[in-house]
């Protein structure tokens, strides 16, 4: 029974760590807009199949992973520049339709730029098992947690250290008064998608060896990450990662001990009993007013 426990937590938290990095993409672009970025789900897509891509071009595993990244936030940085960047004073929802109609026109872009087979993306350090007290473990998800462990940290250097992460940080607490002391809340906007978008890439090119990846792919994972953000906090950094981890946990664990058939019913059912029992989710989000 242990080692059967200790197999289900190292699949919640593999699964768990990924669902973080897609709900810190939603919490930044939300900290900047206050709009929920539908399409953060196809920039998880964008960058898996991306590095299927240039691996399956020859090039080497690091220069690819790092080329899918970067094509993905390329990616993000279009998305704002060219529609929500020019409808930047619609209101929120109008916002948000957009962010649904760039997923599908990504979605369907996806198509016709690979195909839609289900495509494998090699693991980063082989694919023979660990055996830990019972359980085993691949070794890509130590990569999936650690890799997550040092994209966290590495967060927290840029938003405390960086004149652009304190930008950003500034603008998720008051808006008006980061205007008033000279921050540009456009670039702020702009910096966010594309940092939002290089996370949702660092989750696709992690998760691609154990789920496979394909044009679809993003969809599921996207409105799991929402529900993780929702889940801790929508706007929480905190509450991104602590939501991701729970919703992970709670997957795997359902799935074990319950029934597989309802592995993907529990992140809908989370969204329902956050928005009603506690709308600001575990740490709550930050608190901000529209001006």
Same mark, same amino acid.
Do not use: C
């Given at each position: 029974?242990?080692?059967?426990?200790?197999?289900?937590?190292?699949?919640?938290?593999?699964?768990?760590?990924?669902?973080?990095?897609?709900?810190?993409?939603?919490?930044?672009?939300?900290?900047?807009?206050?709009?929920?970025?539908?399409?953060?789900?196809?920039?998880?897509?964008?960058?898996?199949?991306?590095?299927?891509?240039?691996?399956?071009? @020859?090039?080497?595993?690091?220069?690819?992973? !790092?080329?899918?990244?970067? %094509? /993905?936030? #390329? +990616?993000?940085?279009? $998305?704002? *520049?060219?529609?929500?960047?020019?409808?930047?004073?619609?209101?929120?929802?109008?916002?948000?339709?957009?962010?649904?109609?760039?997923?599908?026109?990504?979605?369907?872009?996806?198509?016709?730029?690979?195909?839609?087979?289900?495509?494998?993306?090699?693991?980063?350090?082989?694919?023979?098992?660990?055996?830990?007290? @019972?359980?085993?473990?691949?070794?890509?998800? !130590?990569?999936?947690?650690? %890799? /997550?462990? #040092? +994209?966290?940290?590495? $967060?927290? *250097?840029?938003?405390?250290?960086?004149?652009?992460?304190?930008?950003?940080?500034?603008?998720?607490?008051?808006?008006?008064?980061?205007?008033?002391?000279?921050?540009?809340?456009?670039?702020?906007?702009?910096?966010?998608?594309?940092?939002?978008?290089?996370?949702?890439?660092?989750?696709?090119?992690?998760?691609?060896?154990?789920?496979?990846?394909?044009?679809?792919?993003?969809?599921?994972?996207?409105?799991?990450?929402?529900?993780?953000?929702? $889940?801790?906090?929508?706007?929480?950094?905190?509450?991104?990662?602590?939501?991701?981890?729970?919703?992970?946990?709670?997957?795997?664990?359902?799935?074990?001990?319950?029934?597989?058939?309802?592995?993907?019913?529990?992140?809908?059912?989370?969204?329902?009993?956050?928005?009603?029992?506690?709308?600001?989710?575990?740490?709550?989000?930050?608190?901000?007013?529209?001006?």
């Amino acid at each position: 029974m242990s080692g059967a426990w200790l197999q289900f937590l190292a699949g919640g938290l593999t699964i768990g760590a990924i669902y973080a990095l897609v709900a810190l993409g939603f919490s930044i672009i939300f900290n900047a807009s206050y709009v929920i970025n539908f399409a953060q789900g196809e920039f998880v897509m964008i960058g898996g199949m991306s590095a299927v891509s240039f691996i399956g071009s @020859g090039l080497p595993m690091p220069i690819a992973l !790092l080329g899918a990244v970067a %094509v /993905t936030g #390329v +990616v993000g940085l279009l $998305l704002e *520049w060219l529609a929500v960047g020019r409808a930047r004073k619609a209101d929120v929802v109008t916002l948000i339709i957009i962010t649904i109609g760039a997923s599908i026109f990504l979605r369907g872009l996806a198509q016709l730029v690979w195909d839609k087979s289900i495509h494998a993306l090699p693991p980063l350090s082989g694919d023979a098992p660990i055996s830990i007290l @019972g359980a085993t473990i691949v070794p890509q998800s !130590l990569w999936v947690i650690g %890799v /997550t462990v #040092v +994209v966290v940290a590495a $967060l927290s *250097w840029f938003f405390n250290r960086t004149l652009l992460g304190k930008a950003m940080l500034a603008t998720s607490y008051n808006r008006f008064a980061a205007q008033l002391v000279g921050i540009e809340v456009r670039k702020v906007l702009f910096a966010s998608f594309g940092l939002a978008a290089a996370l949702g890439a660092v989750a696709g090119v992690l998760i691609a060896p154990i789920t496979f990846t394909s044009y679809d792919a993003g969809i599921m994972l996207g409105l799991k990450g929402f529900a993780a953000a929702m $889940l801790g906090g929508l706007g929480s950094f905190p509450g991104a990662i602590v939501g991701g981890v729970v919703l992970g946990l709670l997957e795997a664990l359902g799935a074990g001990y319950l029934s597989s058939a309802y592995k993907d019913v529990i992140a809908f059912v989370i969204i329902l009993v956050v928005l009603f029992v506690r709308p600001d989710g575990i740490l709550g989000a930050v608190k901000s007013d529209r001006v």
